[in-house]
Structures are given as C-alpha cells and as structure tokens.
C-alpha cells in the first residue's frame, strides 16, 4: 500500500518555525481523525509527539502542534531548537481493510 | 509504567520464518483499549507498520504482508508474538513491539526495537 506523502526534507534557523505536511486521501487523513506524528532522533526508537490530530501526550512541549485540512495534515514546530533535529513521522488509519500506513518521513535539520 | 521487550533470533535464513517476542511489563495486556502491534524500519529507512492484534485475538495486517504474517497473544504470559513467513533479504530490518490505542491508532509506547538481518 502506498505511504502517505510527506517532504523528505525540511530545515530552519534556531528560534523559527517549520511545518511538515503529512499529505493521505478521503480513506485515511481526509476521513478520520486518527492521525498522529512521532518523532525519531537518529539512532532511537521513535516517540509520539501528537495524536488524534491536534493532541499532544503529556510531557511534549507545546511548541509542537498539529493540523488538519482535507487530506492534509501538518505538523508545526515553533521556537525551533538544536534538539528537535529528526525524522518525523506521520501515521493514520486507513479504512478498506483497517488498517495503519505511515509517512515516508521528514528529516528536520536545524540550520 | 507500561514497558515492552522485543525478543527473538537476529539472524534468520532465506526461506525461513522469522520469529519475535514482545513481553509486556507493568501493565496487563488483556485491557480492551489497547492494540498491540509490530512495526518495522529497513535500515535507513522509514516506519512500516506490519499489524496488529487485540487481547481477544483479532488480528489486523498490512495488506503489503498479510498473506506471511501471523501476529498471536498470550494472555497468560502478558505477551504477543510475530510470524512471517518466507523471509527474504527484504525482510531486514529493526522490529518494534509496541502499544496503540484503541481509538486513535497512536502508538504511545514502544519496545527498544530488535535488528533482524535475513542472511543465509
């Protein structure tokens, strides 16, 4: 099955903001609300940073915050600093077989 | 605090079954809310989720895998395994046990993942 559509790369400055874009159809993204965003560090195990959209777990900062709009989700980070440097992943439920697909992922360099 | 533990072979063989175990700790694995799942990463590469399974039994794949794959648990022992079949030089990558929620598919906890390098 084909993964949900994210930029390969993204960067900014210390201080700025950045938005990845997590880009599915009406059967997954675009159809449910069941979308969530990890974050993984190179050389870790990746961490739930939002889920159901727009909701952060407890313990992630608030500089971190998700959208949705149609078929397209995204994730913003604000007040970039040195240690949001990763890959960031979205996920979703897919309906016509119940089923999860991922993102190909982001990498996040922070200039 | 929920913790998961991925165990199993690292190394299989063409043709042959590939094999983990996820022991969960700290929590009961028979909670309704909660699907317990296997997802893995080719080296260098991005998350694949493979599938997962209820404490009841029922069963969820990946469309990609489903026809190699069987995912079991075992209430008594608070643990899941994973099975596929027919493995290739594919199939290496990391494995990752870990938890999703029922209602909103986020995998909240994750095990410290397993390498398993199909070689002959």
């Known amino acids: 099955q084909s993964a949900l559509t994210q930029p390969p790369s993204v960067s900014g400055s210390p201080g700025q903001s950045v938005t990845i874009s997590c880009t599915g159809t009406s059967s997954d993204v675009g159809g449910y609300n069941r979308v969530s965003w990890y974050q993984q560090p190179p050389g870790t195990v990746p961490k739930l940073i939002i889920y159901e959209v727009s909701n952060r777990p407890s313990g992630v900062p608030d500089r971190f915050s998700g959208s949705k709009s149609g078929s397209t989700a995204s994730l913003t980070i604000s007040g970039l600093q040195a240690e949001d440097e990763a890959n960031y992943y979205c996920?979703?439920?897919?309906?016509?077989?119940?089923?999860?697909?991922f993102g190909g992922g982001t990498k996040l360099t922070v200039l | 605090q929920v913790q998961l533990q991925e165990s199993g072979p690292g190394l299989v063989k063409p043709s042959q079954t590939l094999s983990l175990t996820c022991a969960v700790s700290g929590g009961s694995i028979s909670r309704g809310d909660y699907y317990w799942s296997w997802i893995r990463q080719h080296p260098g590469k991005g998350l694949e989720w493979i599938g997962y399974i209820l404490y009841t039994g029922s069963t969820y794949y990946s469309p990609s895998l489903k026809s190699r794959v069987t995912i079991s648990v075992d209430t008594s022992k608070n643990q899941f395994s994973l099975k596929l079949g027919s493995v290739t030089a594919a199939d290496t990558a990391v494995y990752y046990c870990?938890?999703?929620?029922?209602?909103?598919?986020?995998?909240?906890?994750w095990g410290q993942g397993t390498m398993v390098t199909v070689s002959s």
């Open positions: 870990s938890r999703a929620e029922g209602s909103s598919d986020a995998f909240d906890i």
């Open positions: 996920s979703s439920y897919r309906s016509g077989g119940a089923y999860v697909v």
